[in-house]
């Protein structure tokens, strides 16, 4: 069984917005990750250690959401929780990924 990291987003993975209300990111646009945070992250792969990140929003609305992944056990996941996935075809499950990468 492996080991894992759960890292909290806003703040600690990425850097707040600040024009958003609570500082929360709302487009991709507005995403951007915080200094010093990728080598912490290559550091705990080369730990062996998963790197999860997870959010913590009360106000989520699971069935507006969805899960963006490569494996078949976050689509069933999703499913449970009432949110949809989107299942990305790539050579980590198996399946050639079309076009570019």
Known sequence: MKKAVFIDCD???NE???KSPRGIPQSVDQFKLMPGIMPLLKK?????LLREATITHSELN????FVVSTRWQDAEAARTIGCDC???KSVRNGKKPRGKT
């Open 11 to 13: 703040g600690i993975l």
């Open 16 to 18: 707040l917005y600040p």
């Open 44 to 48: 705990l792969r080369k730990a062996g």
């Open 62 to 65: 699971l069935s507006a959401s």
């Open 86 to 88: 989107i299942q990305i």
